[in-house]
């Protein structure tokens, strides 16, 4: 059972991991800067 994150959610970019595979090399997400989280700005 997965609690669903109130604060951080998973990157959909890289699924949460933080790095994308790009060809035969793994880069940092740019979306989440490798934090495997959106970076979500603060709405309240
Ligand atoms: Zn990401």
Known sequence: MQ???K???K???CEG???????DKKVK???CGGSGFKASAPTH
Do not use: S, Y
């Open 11 to 13: 990157c959909a970019n």
């Open 29 to 31: 997400c740019q979306r």
């Open 3 to 5: 609690k669903p994150p």
């Open 7 to 9: 604060k951080k959610e």
């Open 17 to 23: 991991k933080g790095l994308i595979k790009l060809g």
